[in-house]
């Protein structure tokens, strides 16, 4: 009988559900083969030696088998349960939106290094910084970049004239900021502050140091929040789930401060 074909690779868990009564389908991002699925045989027993290391956003070192339609989980170990997102639901709430909005933008076994690379570094972050919102701003405008929709925000996307700081709008169906000469022809586009085209400018550079040192006020911080929003909706084609977990939490006065 042939052999399966064993494969190694760090993986974070985005999602799962039960299959039959004792296995489980994991959907990993992996850091070689990009997206894709695992069964993980005999995980629901309470002997199983994969259950611990298979919990949603944990950072994984796997084995796996390539099958024909499903790889299957032979060996694992945890490499980091990023533990402050298990003791705080807000930081929950921000993990799951990375993990579905990574989930929604990607095909299947299309492979990212740097995504991998950004989305550990993200749920690090998440779990541990004072602002963990702060975090998923600037895990949205690079994973927006690293997947080709890295929105316009030195020139108009329109004339390609250089901006004027205080007198800027934005369209995502435009894909950046427009000139107000510009603004005319395109009906979806807002008007936005000089505060925030700056601060996107800064998550663009991808310089995480510089930026966990802002100071963001709180109308700032929705104004980015509501753009970004918006463009990540027009990318994706679709609203994520998790951001009425988000609202939900918010409105219940549980997602801490932003300054």
């Known amino acids: 009988m042939t052999q399966p074909h064993l494969v190694r690779t760090e993986a ?7 299959l039959g009564e004792t296995d489980r389908i994991v959907t990993l991002f992996t850091a070689h083969f990009g997206k894709l699925r695992a069964v993980a045989k005999g995980i629901r ?4 030696k994969l259950g611990g290391h298979l919990e949603l956003f944990t950072h994984i070192q796997l084995m796996l088998a390539k099958g024909r ?3 299957i989980i032979t060996q694992v170990e945890t490499i980091s349960s990023f533990l402050g997102l298990r003791e705080d639901l807000w930081r929950t709430s921000q993990a799951y939106y990375a993990a579905e909005l990574l989930d929604r933008m990607t095909e299947d076994h299309s492979e990212n290094g740097a995504l991998f690379r950004l989305l550990v570094a993200t749920l690090d972050r998440v779990a541990t910084v004072r602002r963990p919102d702060q ?15 890295r929105p316009e925000l030195h020139q108009c996307v329109k004339c390609r004239r250089l901006l004027e700081p205080d007198r800027s709008e934005f369209s ?11 603004r005319d022809s395109s009906p979806f586009a807002r008007a936005i502050s000089a505060n925030l085209l700056k601060v996107l400018r800064l998550y663009q550079d991808g310089d ?10 709180e109308e700032l911080a929705s104004e980015i929040e509501q753009v970004l929003g918006e463009t990540i909706e027009y990318a994706a084609e679709t609203k994520l789930k998790s951001t009425a977990f ?3 939490l918010r409105e219940h006065g549980m997602s801490g401060s932003r300054a």
């Open 69 to 71: 339609n499903l790889d």
């Open 45 to 48: 027993r309470p002997t199983s």
């Open 208 to 217: 995480w140091a510089t930026v966990n040192r802002l100071r963001v006020e």
């Open 12 to 18: 974070v868990v985005l999602r799962r559900h039960d």
């Open 246 to 248: 988000v609202t939900s």
């Open 172 to 182: 995502p169906a435009e894909g950046g900021a427009l000139c107000t000469a510009c």
């Open 135 to 149: 975090a998923i701003r600037f895990y949205e405008v690079q994973l927006l970049g690293l997947l080709g929709y």
